[in-house]
């Protein structure tokens, strides 16, 4: 039988520029810490930097993280680095199951990220290698940012950002990039593709293979001759639209909405329920009333067929044993309503999120939501089961 290791009074962090000592009691009071001091009272974090670690170190002592948004709002640069910064404390909070770091910091990021040029944002969350590794639906927050970046981007603007633009030496200037190219037309479309292809090979090695690849695959079986080549711009934008060229369907839940689907991401289980209107169109719409079914878990319904990844509405409440709150009974709502629409992906999906957002929870708060959501257990055993290994 082994003893584990008593600490000293104060455990060391070692970052990538510093380092920082925090009293030991609070190491053993914030989630699994304390197994990172297994065999000395020093822990490396060489993939954080300093500033980063500061944050992490402050919120292991004080439960706290705080952001000085009245400069944040004069000067850019700054909230950038604050957006940065907390993009980092997010994805550490992620790595360690530190649940209250995740919620405080994933909040700066959104509200920080409002502050600040969208192509930065877009730019910097790409660049940001903890990020990427840790946050779970990183990749649909930067869907959202490149929408936001397309949105805000005329066709004039990204003209003139191309015509300038250095060539890109990271990743997330690359897409930002592409995503100027778009938009962009002429000479400035032009140097925007020589300078892609100048820089991808080292940018992204292999990339350059698999898009020949692709093209190769694609010329075979669409029967196109391979001196042809393929469109860059029209017939590429109508070759990637073609899923959503099959009609759309209204989705009514709970009578609330619609939101709108096309009609070929419904499954066979949805389509049954569908009503479709008779018209001449090629494409007819169609119309689906779900009203056992509330509107917050029909977004994530309606994501997840278009995705094929679990997202929820952000809750409108500000405390953060509030927020998670509100995100558990939506996630319960959609495990049952999984159920009622053969969704098995879904389901499976859907019940690692409610494990992990139940963790955030204290138990007498676990066990109001899932008293406020009226569950029958026998027909949940999945659910009971978690509730039960928490009280036990």
């Not at 709150?325 to 969704?343: D, F, H, K, N, P």
Request: hydrophobic letters at 40%; proline letters at 5%.
């Amino acid at each position: 039988m082994t003893t584990e290791r008593q600490l000293g009074n104060w455990c060391k962090f070692h970052f990538e520029t510093g380092e920082i000592s925090v009293p030991s009691i609070s190491i053993i009071n914030t989630g699994n810490l304390r197994s990172l001091f297994r065999e000395a009272d020093e822990y490396e974090m060489n993939d954080v930097d300093e500033t980063t670690g500061r944050v992490f170190a402050h919120y292991i002592t004080s439960r706290r993280y705080d952001i000085d948004y009245e400069t944040a709002a004069r000067d850019q640069r700054m909230a950038l680095r604050e957006y940065m910064t907390a993009l980092k404390a997010w994805a550490l909070g992620r790595r360690y199951n530190l649940y209250g770091l995740v919620v405080l910091a994933r909040e700066h990021a959104v509200d920080l990220s409002k502050l600040v040029n969208p192509m930065w944002v877009l730019e910097a969350t790409i660049d940001t290698p903890l990020a990427m590794k840790h946050i779970d639906g990183i990749i649909h927050r930067i869907d959202d940012l490149t929408s936001d970046l397309l949105n805000s981007t005329t066709e004039r603007l990204a003209t003139g950002t191309l015509l300038h633009m250095s060539p890109p030496t990271s990743v997330g200037r690359l897409w930002v990039m592409l995503q100027f190219m778009l938009k962009a037309r002429g000479p400035a479309l032009r140097r925007g593709r020589r300078l892609v292809a100048e820089t991808l090979p080292d940018l992204l090695p292999g990339m350059e293979e698999y898009l020949e690849y692709i093209q190769r695959v694609t010329q075979q079986n669409e029967g196109i001759d391979p001196g042809e080549g393929i469109p860059f711009e029209e017939d590429v934008a109508e070759h990637a639209s073609r899923p959503y060229a099959s009609g759309t369907c209204a989705v009514y839940f709970a009578n609330k909405g619609p939101l709108h689907i096309p009609n070929s991401f419904l499954n066979e289980n949805l389509k049954r329920y569908a009503t479709f209107k008779v018209d001449e169109s090629s494409h007819p719409s169609s119309e689906l009333r779900l009203d056992s079914i509330m509107l917050d878990a029909g977004h994530v319904i309606i994501h997840y067929l278009v995705t094929g990844s679990y997202q929820c509405l952000q809750p409108q409440e500000e405390e953060p044993d509030k927020k998670v709150s509100a995100e558990l009974s939506t996630a319960i709502r959609v495990y049952v309503a999984t159920g009622i629409m053969g969704l098995p992906q879904l389901r499976e999906m859907t019940r690692a999120e409610i494990v992990h957002l139940g963790d955030q929870l204290s138990l007498p708060v676990l066990i109001t939501v899932m008293e406020a959501a009226a569950l029958s257990f026998d027909s949940y055993p999945g659910i009971a089961a978690y509730v039960e290994s928490r009280v036990l």
